[in-house]
């Protein structure tokens, strides 16, 4: 692991998650770090894996999740992050779990997503007095892959020894250009569905003795297409309806195809819930010869302008010298589920890198959020 002569605590801590290899699912070492970073401070740290009896693999399961607490009464005031990451992918300038400082950047995978915003808020901790209020981080190892039992099972641990937090803060990469131009107060939904057209396989010669499906799937596809589901609200872009996979799995030349598929995917704003689109769909898909399954990721969610983006926007622009954008673009993240529990915000380092290869972070712009978090705990816990 490289070093340099003054280190920040937040870069110390960032080198020791990035240290840990963490591929979604997280297991293991990576935890044992993080706990080893809070426990000094005074937090009760409990860990549990979910999933593990879970028969279908899709699932995602075992995940481990990490729900670590500190101070008694007052506001709780919530940090919500993942220790998980993608898989690095070939072609890296240096091993992609060996954290290595070039410059004034640290390169490895998870620096910006997001062990690098996690070090910040740990980091911000060491400043925040225990009789502040009380303080929790909600971290979990299945935010990259199908969030089952991630922070969903937090949830459900949080809900069961009855303390759920007042207002909650992600620290997903939300940042763009520079730290503090963007903040997410909430997210489009996502749902995919899967179509399937049946037909009976025969000789293209003898189409009569067929059945093709494709004509019917192509039929169904282009109504799907020509749905507009609305055109956007004052915080969200319009929803969209994209066609993902086309398939027949016929490898022959002179073969009809005896069944055709499609997947979609939508996104959606708050002028939806998944439950009504899967039931758009299915109003064409249906009547066109087809079925569909459909899994929904997320329902869109929105936290209004108050106290907390308020804050926060504040002080982004007091030490960044920046007023954040409140947006709500992007992919779906964990917020998604704990804004069913109270207020959420996510805010965090650059993603121009994230998910790429040579991931990297300005080590500036993680003393920065370190400080744009302390200020932000603090200021909500004192109200």
Same mark, same amino acid.
């Given at each position: ?97 060996? *954290? ?5 950047? /640290? ?24 009789? $502040? ?20 099972? /937090? ?8 303390? /759920? ?41 003898? *189409? ?117 954008? $409140? ?9 998604? #589920? ?8 996510? #805010? ?36």
């Amino acid at each position: 692991m490289t070093q340099t002569m003054t280190e920040s605590l937040a870069l110390t801590y960032a080198q020791r998650l990035m240290a840990c290899e963490s591929i979604s699912p997280a297991r293991g070492s990576v935890f044992d770090t993080m706990e080893a970073m809070l426990a000094p401070l005074g937090f009760t740290v409990e860990r549990f894996i979910a999933g593990a009896d879970d028969p279908n693999p899709a699932h995602g399961g075992p995940v481990e999740n990490l729900f670590a607490i500190r101070g008694k009464g007052g506001r709780h005031f919530a940090f919500a992050g993942h220790l998980d990451v993608v898989p690095p992918g070939d072609g890296w300038a240096s091993e992609p779990f060996e *954290p290595e400082i070039r410059g004034d950047l /640290l390169y490895g995978r998870g620096a910006v997503d997001m062990k690098g915003s996690i070090a910040a808020f740990v980091a911000a901790l060491h400043d925040i007095p225990e009789d $502040a209020g009380t303080v929790s981080l909600i971290i979990t190892g299945d935010e990259e892959g199908p969030a089952i039992h991630g922070t969903r099972a /937090l949830i459900d641990h949080m809900k069961a020894r009855g303390t /759920l937090p007042d207002l909650c803060l992600v620290g997903e990469p939300t940042s763009v250009n520079q730290l503090g131009d963007m903040m997410k107060v909430g997210r489009r939904g996502s749902v995919n569905i899967w179509i399937t057209v049946e037909g009976t396989q025969g000789h293209v010669a003898y *189409p009569h003795l067929a059945d093709n499906p494709i004509p019917r799937l192509v039929a169904i596809l282009a109504q799907i297409k020509a749905v507009v589901l609305d055109e956007g609200t004052e915080f969200f872009q319009p929803s969209n309806i994209e066609i993902t996979e086309l398939h027949t799995g016929n490898p022959a030349t002179n073969v009809i195809p005896a069944k055709a598929l499609a997947r979609l995917s939508i996104r959606f704003n708050d002028l939806h819930s998944g439950e009504s689109l899967v039931e758009l769909i299915r109003g064409i898909v249906e009547p066109g010869g087809g079925t569909l399954k459909a899994m929904i990721s997320g329902e869109a969610f929105l936290t209004p302008p108050g106290e907390l983006s308020e804050t926060l926007a504040a002080i982004v622009e007091e030490v960044a010298g920046i007023a954040p954008e $409140a947006s709500t673009t992007g992919g779906t993240s964990d917020a998604r #589920f704990l804004s069913k529990l109270c207020p959420v915000v996510e #805010f965090g380092l650059c993603n121009a890198t994230m998910h790429k290869l040579d991931e990297a972070v300005a080590i500036a712009d993680l003393d920065a959020l370190t400080e744009i978090y302390r200020r932000v705990t603090l200021r909500l816990l004192a109200r």
